[in-house]
């Protein structure tokens, strides 16, 4: 049975199938997860999103480093505004005041993962994810 119309375009009949999984997903997923990073200092992952993360956090830290109004307001864009706690610190106060002073004599290499092993539900391999100096 043919598909009606031109849904999802790609030839006549169009496309029968069409990935849920969109590259706004992926920048929204990546969002989150650097956002839980920063606010617990550790975060598991599957293998897949664990060098995307390391990428997306290692020029957060630089950004910390640097410490100046822009950098700041880079970072804003990618860091979700959660707040932690109590005392009403958010991940980017967090970001900014704990971890990149506390990164700056290191010239990269500010993640570290190591392997866990499978996942039991889907056997996807899982790793842990955290800063390096913890």
Not at 69 to 88: C, S
Request: glycine letters at 10%.
């Amino acid at each position: 049975m043919a598909a009606q119309g031109r849904k999802n375009v790609h030839g006549k009949a169009g496309v029968r199938f069409k990935a849920g999984y969109t590259a706004s997903k992926n920048k929204s997923m990546l969002r989150n997860v650097v956002t839980d990073l920063i606010l617990n200092e550790e975060v598991k992952v599957t293998s897949g999103v664990t060098k995307e993360l390391k990428t997306l956090a290692d020029r957060l830290v630089t950004w910390a480093k640097r410490g100046d109004l822009h950098a700041r307001r880079l970072a804003a864009q990618v860091v979700r505004p959660t707040v932690v706690g109590k005392d009403g610190k958010s991940a980017l106060d967090k970001l900014f005041n704990e971890i990149g002073p506390r990164m700056k004599d290191r010239n990269g290499g500010y993640t570290k993962a190591y392997k866990l092993g499978l996942r039991r539900g889907d056997s996807a391999e899982v790793t842990l994810v955290r800063w390096s100096d913890k």
